[in-house]
């Protein structure tokens, strides 16, 4: 199913009617659908065999993400990793601009320092316009050993990571880029120094009012169903 497939429908809808939002990971960089070796999607980053049927281009991925913006106006959808669009910030504005139920997330998805070094001062002001609607995350993974699908990290790697975005925001101090695939071109980056007003809803304000600061009750009957379900 696509993003945009009616039978997610009435999901969105009722995380409307119970005033949940939904985090929505959409698409990858821009960069992993570029490649010479004939790959697309993921498999240009990771040496897989996926072609071009199996794997969406990013441009639809992106077009998805805003026909359920548009058709779930009452569903907040929170999309991480700046929503892979940091390389176009005139035109990921005007996407914000027209989609008041888009928030976006800021877990360190490496690509974005690169692209946010180079329109620094664009930057700031993207961050200063959409601070009401920007959430701090660490992208932090506590798998256990043997998870098959995404990386395993420790306490300190995961510190690294939130500590690297805090210090790219908070300051202007200049760091290696992390990202490999534009390590090359940006070899160093410059931190965006955003002013308090900016980070203190982007650090936490934000979030205590989407999410909130207390965990909803969980209805364990349920949750054991499902495991058992998916297993």
């Known amino acids: ?20 939002p939904i985090v929505l990971h959409v698409a990858d960089p821009p960069q992993f659908w570029k490649s010479d070796t004939g790959r697309f999607g993921w498999s240009a980053a990771t040496g897989g065999t996926a072609g071009a049927a199996a794997v969406p281009s990013f441009e639809r991925l ?19 990793h700046l ?47 959409f601070r009401d609607r920007v959430l701090f995350g660490t992208d932090a993974m506590w798998f256990e050993e043997g998870h098959p699908y995404l990386p395993l990290l420790g306490l300190e790697e995961n510190l690294t990571g939130a500590r690297r975005l805090l210090e790219f925001l908070m300051t202007g101090s200049s760091m290696e880029n992390p990202f490999a695939l534009t390590r090359e071109e940006v070899p160093m980056i410059e931190g965006l120094a955003l002013p308090a007003r900016v980070l203190e809803p982007i650090l936490s304000g934000n979030f205590s009012r989407i999410v909130g600061t207390r965990p909803r009750a969980a209805d364990t009957e349920a949750i054991r169903g499902y495991v058992a379900e998916i297993r």
């Open 62 to 80: 992106q077009a998805q993400a805003e026909t359920i913006l548009n058709r779930h106006r009452r569903t907040t959808f929170i999309f991480p």
């Open 1 to 20: 199913f696509g993003l945009d497939d009616a039978v997610y429908g009435p999901a969105f809808e009722a995380a409307a009617h119970h005033n949940l």
């Open 83 to 129: 929503l892979f669009r940091a390389g176009d910030l005139e035109a990921f504005s005007r996407f914000m601009r027209e989609n008041e139920n888009a928030c976006l997330d800021l877990s360190p998805g490496l690509y974005f320092y690169g692209d946010l070094h180079r329109r620094r001062e664009r930057a700031r002001e993207f961050f200063e316009e």
